[in-house]
């Protein structure tokens, strides 16, 4: 059964950092697609960022985060930089189950619980 959990949500004030993890369990993805997507409150789930071959972001975060990954501890991380009131929400991890840089909900196999990120003003 795989099971994917993230972790490092919190508060944090305008200008921040934090780094979310998610670790992996049930099967390796270390030549898979994995992902980051948020859902803010009244809003649909929306693509952050997604590693595989390469590495992809949305343009809101290109420059503040950095998805990586260390398939050793089948573990994927997102750094959040000068994080803003806007990047509140509740970020999810995605496991794919093939090496297409995806970055649709659609295209992914298996999803965390999400973690709460909220950063105040």
């Known amino acids: 059964q795989v099971q994917l959990v993230e972790s490092g949500g919190g508060l944090v004030q305008a200008g921040g950092s934090l780094r979310l993890s998610c670790a992996a369990s049930g099967r390796t993805f270390s030549t898979a697609a994995m992902g980051w997507f948020r859902q803010a409150p009244g809003k649909e789930r929306e693509f952050v960022a997604a590693?595989?071959?390469?590495?992809s972001y949305t343009s809101s975060v290109k420059g503040r985060f950095t998805i990586s990954r260390d398939n050793a501890k089948n573990t994927v991380y997102l750094q959040m930089n000068s994080l803003k009131p806007e990047d509140t929400a509740v970020y999810y991890c995605?496991?794919?189950?093939?090496?297409?840089?995806?970055?649709?909900?659609?295209?992914?196999?298996?999803w965390g619980q999400g973690t709460q990120v909220t950063v105040s003003s």
């Open positions: 995605a496991a794919g189950s093939s090496t297409v840089l995806a970055t649709t909900p659609k295209q992914y196999n298996y």
């Open positions: 590693i595989s071959w390469g590495t």
